[in-house]
Structure formats: C-alpha cells, structure tokens
Nanobody, 115 residues
Framework: QVQLVEAGGGLVQPGGSLRLSCKAS????????MGWYRQAPGNQRELVAR?????TSNYVDSVKGRFTISSANNTVYLQMNNLKPEDTAVYYC???????????WGQGTQVTVSS
C-alpha cells in the first residue's frame, strides 16, 4: 500500500509562513494527481490545492497568491505565506490513482494561525 507522511504544521502568527510536506512511499509522478485538503472545526473538508503535472495546478480562491503547491521526487509541498487566522485547520495530503483505483490520505497536520 501507499503511505503518505505529513510534516510541517504548527502555530504561527498572522502574516507568517509555513511549509507543509507530504512524503509518499513511491514517486508522486506515478499518481494522477496530488493535493492538499483542510478541515476546520465545524466545516467540511475543503480542497485547498491540487497538482496534476509540473505546470498544472489549481487553488481555492481564498489562498491564491499566498499558497504554492509543488512536487519533487516522492514529496509534495504546500508553501503557505501571509497566513491568516481563517487558514487554521487540519491539513491533509491526498493522492489520486489512475483509473479510479481510489485515494490515499495522509495523517493530517494541524496549522494554527493566531496572535
């Protein structure tokens, strides 16, 4: 099975930055797509960013210009700049397989933005 191991969450002040990482047990380029989701208390899980190729990525409107998703070898990153309190959530890494063979999920990492 595929393992996705997340790291990089923490507590930061508004305007600060964090970089999340998601390390897979195989090359991330073998997946159809990889992405980051987040879930805040009382909210549904929300797609934050997704990458399908080196130059194909998309973001939820609320993070455009602040977050950047990237990938290299077996790791996907989410660079988060100018963080806002509204970004506070548990962030989950996701990997989609080709041919509708199912998804894999990371364990989740807490991001808290507070003064």
């Amino acid at each position: 099975q595929v393992q996705l191991v997340e790291a990089g969450g923490g507590l930061v002040q508004p305007g600060g930055s964090l970089r999340l990482s998601c390390k897979a047990s195989r090359s991330v380029f073998s997946f159809y797509s990889m992405g980051w989701y987040r879930q805040a208390p009382g909210n549904q899980r929300e797609l934050v960013a997704r990458i399908r190729s080196r130059d194909t990525s998309n973001y939820v409107d609320s993070v455009k210009g602040r977050f950047t998703i990237s990938s290299a070898n077996n790791t996907v990153y989410l660079q988060m700049n100018n963080l806002k309190p509204e970004d506070t959530a548990v962030y989950y890494c996701n990997a989609q397989q080709y041919d509708a063979m199912g998804d894999y999920w990371g364990q989740g990492t807490q991001v808290t933005v507070s003064s």
